[in-house]
């Protein structure tokens, strides 16, 4: 067993966090307050080829392993949680879907532009009424011949108004149950029927886009559909196991975000006479962070090597985000006790933090829904089956390969 | 045209620097990374290189132990072609002086350097000598606080650089081969790319030993440094007020910095 990163992996951590430092963090306060969609920083993720950082380096990539995307993530996240979604829907949910289930035409028309970073890609399986409840999704695609007629409305999808591709899923056999009548879509945003927006009001995240899409008789090619028909419900969630990891691992930057700022603000305030770090009760929630922080990073790299080996890792991926993002939105809400009235203000970071944990524990799976799952392996209710495509192993050779 | 970058390897600049009772100085477990300074240096080397297409090679040296070598991947990763590390057990306690002549025996034994050039100076140490003892040494132009580097013809062998001092910019041409000592805003270095990071972990670094770049052994190392350390202790830590001064509007505030700026002589 071996804990190291490698040399690579090292000097990616190192690329991310000047980007995100420099880049980033001195003017992400502006756009929070804001609520304005920081797209700067999005299109210098994509110039630097953190957009496509695991894909293959023939598909428009950067042919790096899946722990450099969790180590992205996570440096992403600990600057703010809007770099992370943006990570998670574009690389985890829709390119590595992409990678994993689409023909190699697919792969040429779709995934190259997206790993180069020139199209953006969103997913979009939430509706209004169906979020962890796939079954009631009213999203429907009825074939036409060589087309499908695609109609209905998804909701809470990260980049919706910025996304060029979209992956979509909706009801080809409405009789059929969810897992067998639902299909997936490569939709472009050029295509007739879509109308897309923005949602306000939002409690974190506000640097980022959440909105909409609505689907009014989009007329989509048969050759656009990602496998089988009847599939979707498989791929929706092989691309959950992708998203979540990417959670999991940003997750994790925000608990070390809010260690880092306590462990600062501690030393530098005094009461009763001494430094707060010097208080046994301060010392504890300290001490809290640093234990959740070491869980964190140790479930999603574990995740990560799986992905990297080839296997399966649906429990350990559910187990890395769920423990995480719970312990992220604590930590956060610690970290603000640390900084006592000031870190209720907007004056430190540490509020913001709180306000971008909450919706972690809530999307690609809320808390509870990974609760049951763990539950579920664990008694045998749920197992792993063979998939028809697996995410392929992490082969550096096969990743580097220009053609 | 051949180039070539002289780094370093530094504590990262928010590394906590602590000196103890007998002068030994320690950063902790701080990240080794290469000298910020540098990175302007590297940078100006790649532009050159993109200006003169296939014409140009970068070269990056460093001296110093195993941990030179973090300097010297960060420049591989930014682009560069190749990494020398210049080390010998014998170059341990180098001064500037020691240390520009090993750097300038490591440039002489390449026979075809055009240009070296170098970041402000290390972050750790913060002489700035290096760069004006190596050209000395090479017989090449010393340029130094160079923030833009105009005109730079390989056929015509000469280099117009522009430095930025006290009194102003000042315009000068020199012949080539030349030491330039860039600044901070004569670029914006880049971040390593992904292919860059690979390259850089799977490059072979040689080695130059004294022997290999015929060092004379009383010239190098402790034995061949000028400067005596009679003490190393902690400077005293600055105290001082912050005040943060809140107004409606940026006009406002601008207008109360300035008025407090004059009222204490600062302008």
Redesign the interface.
């Known amino acids: 067993m071996d804990f190291s990163l490698t040399p690579e992996h090292e000097m990616v951590v190192r690329m991310v966090r000047d980007f995100a430092e420099k880049e980033v963090a001195p003017y992400i306060k502006e756009y929070d307050r804001a609520h304005k969609p920081f797209v700067r920083a999005i299109e210098r993720m994509a110039e630097l080829g953190i957009m496509g950082i695991c894909i293959p380096v023939r598909y428009g990539g950067q042919g790096m392993d899946y722990i450099s995307l969790g180590l992205a993530c996570e440096e992403l996240e600990r600057v703010d949680t809007f770099l992370r979604v943006v990570m998670s829907v574009h690389v985890g949910l829709n390119s590595l879907g992409l990678l994993q289930w689409g023909t190699e035409e697919q792969k040429q028309r779709f995934l190259v532009p997206q790993a180069r970073g020139e199209r953006w890609a969103a997913f979009g399986l939430t509706e209004p009424g169906a979020g962890s409840d796939v079954a009631a999704m009213a999203a429907t695609a009825r074939r036409e011949g060589d087309s499908y007629i695609l109609n209905g409305e998804k909701m809470w999808i990260s980049l919706a108004s910025m996304a060029h591709n979209f992956l979509v899923f909706a009801r080809t056999d409405p009789k059929a149950p969810p897992h067998q009548g639902i299909t997936a879509f490569i939709v472009e945003r050029e295509t007739k029927g879509i109308t897309t927006g923005d949602i306000h009001g939002k409690l974190g995240v506000r640097a980022g886009s959440t909105g909409w899409i609505a689907m009014n008789d989009v007329e989509v090619p048969a050759e656009n559909r990602l496998g089988e028909e009847g599939e979707g419900f498989k791929i929706a969630m092989s691309c959950l196991d992708n998203g979540r990891y990417t959670i999991g691992a940003g997750a994790t930057g925000l608990i070390r975000a809010c260690l880092e700022a306590s462990a600062k603000y501690a030393h530098e305030r005094r009461t009763f006479g001494r430094p707060i770090a010097e208080h046994q009760l301060v010392q504890q929630m300290i001490a809290r962070m640093r234990r959740d922080y070491e869980i964190g990073r140790l479930l999603y790299l574990r995740a990560g090597w799986l992905k990297n080996q080839g296997i399966r890792n649906t429990w350990q991926t559910s187990l890395a985000k769920w423990f995480a993002t719970e312990a992220s939105f604590a930590a956060a809400s610690d970290a603000i006790q640390i900084h006592g009235a000031y870190g209720y203000s907007d004056e430190y970071d540490v509020e913001r933090f709180l306000r971008n944990a909450k919706g972690a524990c809530i999307y690609e799976g809320t808390s509870q829904i990974h609760e049951l799952i763990q539950a579920q392996y664990v008694l045998g209710y749920r197992q792993d089956r063979p998939l028809r495509c697996e995410l392929p192993a992490y082969d550096p050779e096969e990743w580097q390969r220009e053609a | 045209m051949h180039i070539v970058v002289c780094t370093k390897q530094t504590p990262d600049s928010a590394a906590k620097l602590t000196v103890d009772a007998a002068g030994n100085v320690s950063w902790g477990d701080s990240?080794i990374?290469i000298n910020p300074w540098d990175e302007y240096a590297v940078e100006e080397a790649l532009l050159i290189k993109e200006r003169l297409g296939g014409n140009a090679r970068v070269t990056v040296i460093s001296m110093g132990p195993e941990a030179a070598l973090e300097a010297l991947?960060?420049a591989i990763?930014m682009g560069a072609d190749e990494g020398i590390r210049i080390w010998d057990p014998i170059f341990e306690g180098s001064d500037t002086l020691a240390t520009s002549y090993v750097l300038a025996k490591a440039i002489e034994k390449m026979g075809d350097v055009d240009l070296v050039l170098f970041g402000k100076s290390a972050i750790d140490s913060q002489t700035g000598q290096i760069p004006v003892e190596v050209a000395y040494r090479l017989g090449f132009s010393p340029l130094t606080y160079v923030i833009k580097i105009a005109e730079l013809d390989p056929a015509g062998k000469t280099i117009i650089a522009e430095r930025l001092l006290e009194q102003g910019r000042q315009v000068v041409k020199a012949p080539l081969p030349a030491v330039v000592g860039t600044i901070k805003g004569i670029n914006e270095p880049r971040?390593?790319?992904?292919?860059g990071?690979?390259k850089?972990?799977r490059a072979q670094y040689p080695v130059w030993s004294a022997t290999d770049i015929g060092a004379d052994p009383a010239k190098v190392g402790a034995a061949g440094s000028g400067v005596r350390w009679t003490r190393i202790f902690s400077p005293p830590t600055r105290e001082g007020k912050a005040e943060i001064i809140q107004a409606e509007t940026v006009e406002e505030t601008v207008r109360i910095l300035v008025d407090k700026l004059m009222a204490e002589k600062v302008i």
């Open positions: 990240p990374v991947k960060h990763a971040y390593p790319s992904f292919m990071i690979r850089a972990t």
